[in-house]
């Protein structure tokens, strides 16, 4: 009876062993199946485009901004214009999706740490849409991607055919941010959009997006309208800004400020770079440049 037991006892011991064993290759398969495969986007704009193609993403920058239910439970990687390489590198991620704005100095700590990454330009509703078909491809979401871009391509016909014949106005960018004010130009984000939307852009320029202000001359470029982009404390910089205009007779005398032809952008619609939300931004501009 007594070696019964025994046998038994190792019987059991042995099941539970094989158990454990199957249940630690199950683990094993599993966890070689997850390697390697999450993606991780370092710039809001980059979720949403992801999001829109259909690819799900499991790292995200830390935002005020609302990400895409399908990222609720990403894990944070860091400052947009900073991401935080320890986080990223201890997720194993398939590939990292970047703005070619943080600069060379990322690309190259990327590829020094065998990061595998993509670096795109949302500069221009241009650089927006070609970053779009990279991605399709990148991904094999190339109909998504075509989906999208057809739909962008049907809102630019569209404000072409509502300013064909107009008079363009003449329309110029500031920029405000705490202690900062500055102009922007036809290269950037803001100027790209007033331009699509049938606008014309006071500052002209092929080399950089913002200049500072020259007060001597802003009365040569006397704008019909004004936009004014504000960053980092947005609340703050209106008003910065604000002041500016009602007390100092370099922009008292424009005739945009004379005729209170000023707008505002809504942060969520005009950002410093392009975004899916392009469409919606058209639209807004064009009715505040013709209004």
């Known amino acids: 009876m007594k070696l019964k037991k025994i046998m038994l006892s190792a019987l059991m011991l042995t099941m539970m062993a094989s158990v454990a064993g199957c249940s630690s290759a199950e683990g094993a398969k599993n966890n070689d199946k997850n390697e390697g495969e999450t993606v991780i986007a370092t710039s809001v704009a980059v979720v949403e485009i992801l999001d829109k193609l259909g690819v799900k993403v499991d790292g995200v920058p830390n935002t005020s901004y609302e990400l895409p239910e399908s990222c609720k439970d990403a894990i944070k990687v860091g400052n947009p214009m900073n991401p935080d390489l320890e986080i990223i590198k201890s997720l194993n991620p398939k590939i990292v999706v970047s703005v070619d704005t943080l600069g060379q100095d990322f690309m190259d700590m990327f590829t020094e740490n065998n990061i595998p990454s993509e670096f795109i330009d949302l500069t221009s509703l241009e650089g927006l849409k070609e970053s779009i078909e990279?991605?399709?491809?990148?991904?094999?979401?190339?109909?998504?991607?075509?989906?999208?871009?057809?739909?962008?391509?049907?809102?630019?016909?569209?404000?072409?055919?509502?300013?064909?014949?107009?008079?363009?106005?003449?329309?110029?960018?500031?920029?405000?941010?705490?202690?900062?004010?500055?102009?922007?130009?036809?290269?950037?984000?803001?100027?790209?959009?007033?331009?699509?939307?049938?606008?014309?852009?006071?500052?002209?320029?092929?080399?950089?997006?913002?200049?500072?202000?020259?007060?001597?001359?802003?009365?040569?470029?006397?704008?019909?309208?004004?936009?004014?982009?504000?960053?980092?404390?947005?609340?703050?910089?209106?008003?910065?800004?604000?002041?500016?205009?009602?007390?100092?007779?370099a922009w008292k005398n424009l005739s945009a400020v004379k005729n209170n032809k000023i707008h505002y952008l809504e942060n969520n619609y005009f950002g410093m770079s392009a975004n899916l939300k392009v469409i919606e931004a058209l639209d807004k501009m064009h009715k505040m440049i013709y209004e």
Do not use: C, R, W
Not at 175 to 189: D, E, I, N, Q, R
Not at 192 to 209: F, K, P
Not at 229 to 242: C, G, I, L, R, Y
């Open 134 to 249: 990279s991605l399709g491809k990148t991904f094999n979401k190339e109909e998504s991607a075509k989906s999208i871009l057809e739909e962008l391509a049907t809102k630019e016909k569209e404000l072409a055919s509502k300013s064909e014949g107009k008079e363009k106005p003449n329309v110029l960018t500031v920029f405000g941010a705490p202690g900062t004010m500055m102009l922007g130009t036809s290269k950037s984000y803001i100027g790209n959009l007033v331009q699509l939307a049938g606008g014309e852009n006071a500052l002209e320029s092929n080399t950089s997006s913002f200049l500072p202000i020259n007060k001597e001359e802003l009365i040569n470029l006397d704008p019909d309208v004004i936009v004014v982009m504000t960053h980092a404390d947005p609340e703050n910089s209106k008003q910065m800004v604000e002041e500016a205009f009602n007390s100092d007779t």
